[in-house]
């Protein structure tokens, strides 16, 4: 049984850091894209970021360009998402996402294990 499981979230101020984790579990994770994708209170869930299952191949959404870094350690079998510069509107659910296809993909019905989210909320 595939698990993923997201921690890191939290409530930071406008300009902060956070840092959030995705432990995944049953299945093969070094083969095994990674997105993340958000959900804010009455949107519709959107990506955030993607990663390949080498690492060397990562995706960005415009909003997020410059300010988040995603990564992986396929070691631990976790993946992550480093968020600077944080603002008002990155307020939402975070949720990891994997899949075993061969490249970064932004679209969230191309995931096909998800896990149950991290709330993530910047103050101004």
């Known amino acids: 049984q595939v698990q993923l499981v997201e921690s890191g979230g939290g409530m930071v101020q406008a300009g902060g850091s956070l840092r959030l984790s995705c432990a995944a579990s049953?299945?093969?994770?070094?083969?095994?894209?990674l997105g993340w994708f958000r959900q804010a209170p009455g949107k519709e869930r959107a990506f955030v970021a993607a990663i390949s299952w080498s690492g060397v191949a990562t995706r960005y959404a415009d909003s997020v360009k410059g300010r988040f870094t995603i990564s992986r350690d396929n070691a631990k079998n976790t993946g992550y998402l480093q968020m600077d510069s944080l603002e008002p509107e990155d307020t939402a659910v975070y949720y990891c996402a994997a899949n075993y296809r061969s490249s970064t993909r932004a679209v969230a019905n191309e995931y096909d294990y998800w896990g149950q989210g991290t709330q993530v909320t910047v103050s101004s």
């Open positions: 049953g299945l093969t994770f070094n083969l095994a894209a």
